[in-house]
């Protein structure tokens, strides 16, 4: 892996313990629950690579204070609308080239998954798709406002 710097880490990072938080307590079939998750987790774990003991845990705890701030501003809201919101995010971060996906990547495994499972909630998912859109970019606006995601 090339060099990264702790910022970059931590925009590597965030998408995949905000889906993580997200998607895996709110899916139920426990074997895609368990594959998404390990996914995730070695999503999250890759961009600390090389890293000391110290560093990863810096790194680690900023990300998770972002994430927390995340989730707690949507408490109380439908799961299935942050999940959406959260995908959104992501989807939004590959169209502006901030982000890539390789494929056979933990990462796009874990979002393939969870592509193929929010298929099923189509119906569902077109009421609130306007309002998760607006929170994606509202939460987007947000992190590139604390200096995250600006190219």
Do not use: W
């Not at 996914?39 to 774990?45: F, N, S, T």
């Not at 810096?58 to 949507?74: D, G, M, Q």
């Amino acid at each position: 892996m090339n060099y990264l710097s702790d910022k970059q880490r931590v925009e590597m990072m965030i998408p995949a313990l905000l889906m993580r938080v997200c998607f895996v307590d709110a899916v139920d079939d426990k074997a895609i629950n368990k594959d998404v998750d390990k996914a995730l987790l070695d999503a999250i774990a890759e961009p600390l690579n090389g890293l000391d003991f110290s560093r990863k845990k810096k790194v680690l705890t900023r990300v998770e204070k972002i994430v927390e701030a995340i989730v707690n501003e949507y408490d109380g809201s439908a799961i299935f609308k942050v999940m959406l919101m959260t995908y959104f995010i992501v989807m939004r971060l590959l169209e502006q080239g901030v982000m890539e996906l390789y494929e056979g990547s933990p990462f796009a495994e874990a979002l393939e998954a969870i592509a193929d499972g929010m298929y099923k909630y189509q119906e569902e998912a077109k009421a609130i798709e306007p309002s998760a859109r607006k929170h994606a970019d509202k939460v987007l606006n947000k992190l590139k406002s604390q200096g995250y995601y600006n190219g």
